[in-house]
Every structure is written in structure tokens, then in C-alpha cells.
């Protein structure tokens, strides 16, 4: 005799972007059983009038659920803080975050009731299995390479389940991460080390790479601060249990040591000293435009982009590592234990 389905909600963070309506409506159209609940989580920024609620975001797009949407605003916080603000709604034993951009397969409620059904007592949180779709015809950019990475991520919030009753045990997403990035990781981490387990699941979500300018790499830099705060928080050795890509800030860091020491020297009035330091740095910085450019597309526009942000990366990620270890110095491990 089968069970029935473990009853969960589904909690979309959202700042209002057009996807969100291709999101619900693949929610709305696939086929199992339906979430108790559908919390969208409005993320713009500002107050609103006490009482009111938005009647810009898309809900027809959930057709015969929308009778079980609700909406909730969380005041341009960031997506750690709109999931929160989502779990806060929820009475489900299970919550299923995903984001906005994203489209479940046709039978991805099948699937994830299946997930649930064999997710073992002590496991608190099943992920699902992200597919970006590149293009067929060229080879993919920076930033189309930048989100593939999704697809072996661990942990990605852009599909993942969570027994609501683990998330609470660990007070929900550490809402010092204002940006998408590594608070997935960060949860995952604590719901591990509070005793329970997380598997791969069998649901299939696509994650389309969404549009960004040519200087989104720039803005991405940011996230070195969130690396500061994870250290912090879990340690050095928070990469390896992640299976994290350590990334190149460390020669990031060195090629931004050169071309300051260079800069220095220079101004020094030394400038027979100051050549092997830039001559470093710009070894390193066309080292790093190599890297990028070589399984690019080779567009004109694409090669000037790597090779201009190739330049800035580098100091921009140092910077933010430092801002990052300068705003976080004060933060202990999660769990009060030494970092």
C-alpha cells in the first residue's frame, strides 16, 4: 500500500524580474502532487503600505494553484533574508526553495514527491538535479560558463528541499549574506553539522542563464567578502567539505601586490625597480585573459570584455576579500567553537 505524499511548500524569492512568470506557470503545468502552499517572497526594495500586497507579480501564471499562493514582502534584503521571511510562512513539513529564474521539468512534482518519500528520517535535505542550457551553435561566454558551474554545485537553493523542522533547528539562512552566493553553502554546512544528512535527488529543474551585461563579472567579485565570512564561520577546510572551487584569489592577490609595488616605485622615482613588478603584473593579467578567452566564443566584443575586466578583476577581488575580513573580523563559528 503506498503512502501519500509528505505535504511541502514551495517558497520563491523574487525582486519582480519577467521569469518569475515562466517559473510559476512550469510549477502550475507539472504534473504530481501540488505544494500545500506557494510562498512568493517579493524582495524590492521600500515599504509598502501597511496591508497592501503587489499586483504586479504574475500569480495567474500558477492557474489552479494560485488558490494556494501566498505573498509575502521582505524589503530588498537579499535573498538569504527573503527565504527566511518565506520559511516564516510555512507549516509544511517540507519547504522546497527555488528561485525565480528557474523552470521545473513536466514531472518534476512526481519526482520530488518521490525524493521526499525516500529521503531516510535523518535526512533533512534532498537537492535537486540543475541543467543549464548552453548554446548549440558556439561556444559559451564567461558568464554562460560562469552559470553552468550550477550544475555540480552542491547544495544550490536554486532547486532544494529541506525538512522545514532542520531548517529551524539551525535558524534558517544567516542573513549577513545580502547577495546570492555561498549562503546555500553556508545552510547546508550547519544542517550537516547539526546531524543531518543531504543527497542528490532525481528531479530535474533547467536554470536558464539569465541576461547580464558585459561587466557582470565586475559586480560578481563581490562575493570574495561572502569567502570571508564562510571562513570565519566554518574554517579553512569549508572548500573541501563544499566541494567548493577555491577559485584564483590567491593569484588574484599576488598579481595586485605586483602592480601596486609597481605603482609604488614608480611614484618613488624608481623606475628601473618598479619594471619587474609590472612586468608581473602584466604577465598575470594576461595569463588570466588567456584563461578566459581560450574556450570563449572569440567575438570581438567577448575578447574586449575579457580583456578589460581580466585587468580589474584581480584588484576588485582583493578588495573585496579585505573589505570582507575587515566587516566579519568580530564573527565567530556558528556554533561559538573556534573558526
Do not use: C, K
Given at each position: 500500500m503506498s503512502h501519500p505524499p509528505d505535504p511541502y511548500a514551495v517558497v520563491v524569492p523574487t525582486v519582480g524580474r519577467p521569469c518569475l512568470a515562466d517559473c510559476l506557470a512550469a510549477l502550475a503545468a507539472s504534473e504530481g502532487p501540488a505544494p500545500h502552499r506557494v510562498v512568493v517572497v517579493d524582495d524590492r526594495p521600500g515599504e509598502p503600505p501597511r496591508g497592501t500586497l503587489p499586483r504586479d507579480l504574475p500569480l495567474e501564471a500558477l492557474g489552479a494553484l494560485a488558490d494556494r499562493a501566498v505573498v509575502v514582502?521582505?524589503?530588498?534584503r537579499g535573498p538569504a533574508a527573503a527565504r527566511n521571511t518565506g520559511l516564516r510562512e510555512v507549516e509544511e513539513p517540507w519547504t522546497v526553495f527555488l528561485d525565480d529564474d528557474v523552470r521545473v521539468a513536466p514531472t518534476w512534482r512526481t519526482a520530488l514527491a518521490s525524493d521526499l518519500a525516500e529521503a531516510s528520517p535523518?535526512?533533512?535535505?534532498?537537492?535537486?538535479?540543475?541543467?543549464?542550457?548552453?548554446?548549440?551553435?558556439?561556444?559559451?561566454?564567461?558568464?554562460?560558463?560562469?552559470?553552468?558551474?550550477?550544475?555540480?554545485?552542491?547544495?544550490?537553493?536554486?532547486?532544494?528541499?529541506?525538512?522545514?523542522?532542520?531548517?529551524r533547528a539551525v535558524g534558517g539562512f544567516d542573513e549577513r549574506f545580502r547577495r546570492a552566493f555561498r549562503e546555500d553553502a553556508d545552510l547546508a554546512l550547519r544542517v550537516i553539522d547539526a546531524g543531518w544528512l543531504i543527497r542528490r535527488g532525481t528531479r530535474r529543474t533547467e536554470h536558464p542563464v539569465r541576461p547580464a551585461d558585459?561587466?557582470?563579472?565586475?559586480?560578481?567579485?563581490?562575493?570574495?567578502?561572502?569567502?570571508?565570512?564562510?571562513?570565519?564561520l566554518h574554517g579553512p577546510g569549508w572548500w573541501a567539505r563544499a566541494a567548493a572551487p577555491r577559485g584564483r584569489f590567491r593569484r588574484h592577490a599576488a598579481v595586485t601586490a605586483a602592480?601596486?609595488?609597481?605603482?609604488?616605485?614608480?611614484?618613488?622615482?624608481?623606475?628601473?625597480?618598479?619594471?619587474?613588478?609590472?612586468?608581473?603584473?602584466?604577465l598575470g593579467?594576461?595569463?588570466?585573459?588567456?584563461?578566459?578567452?581560450?574556450?570563449?566564443?572569440?567575438?570581438?566584443?567577448?575578447?574586449?570584455?575579457?580583456?578589460?575586466?581580466?585587468?580589474?578583476?584581480?584588484?576588485?577581488?582583493?578588495?573585496?576579500?579585505?573589505?570582507?575580513?575587515?566587516?566579519?573580523?568580530?564573527?565567530?563559528?556558528?556554533?561559538?567553537?573556534?573558526?
Open positions: 514582502r521582505s524589503g530588498g535523518r535526512t533533512g535535505g534532498v537537492q535537486g538535479v540543475l541543467r543549464v542550457p548552453l548554446p548549440a551553435d558556439r561556444r559559451p561566454t564567461d558568464w554562460e560558463r560562469n552559470t553552468a558551474g550550477l550544475e555540480r554545485a552542491l547544495w544550490a537553493t536554486a532547486d532544494m528541499a529541506y525538512r522545514t523542522e532542520a531548517l558585459r561587466w557582470v563579472s565586475l559586480r560578481l567579485q563581490r562575493g570574495n567578502a561572502d569567502d570571508a565570512l564562510m571562513v570565519r602592480g601596486a609595488l609597481g605603482v609604488l616605485l614608480a611614484a618613488a622615482g624608481r623606475p628601473r625597480a618598479a619594471v619587474p613588478a609590472v612586468a608581473a603584473w602584466l593579467t594576461a595569463e588570466f585573459a588567456r584563461a578566459r578567452i581560450a574556450p570563449g566564443p572569440h567575438t570581438r566584443e567577448e575578447v574586449v570584455t575579457m580583456l578589460v575586466t581580466s585587468a580589474a578583476i584581480p584588484a576588485l577581488a582583493t578588495w573585496h576579500r579585505l573589505a570582507g575580513e575587515l566587516r566579519h573580523r568580530s564573527a565567530g563559528s556558528w556554533n561559538g567553537g573556534a573558526a
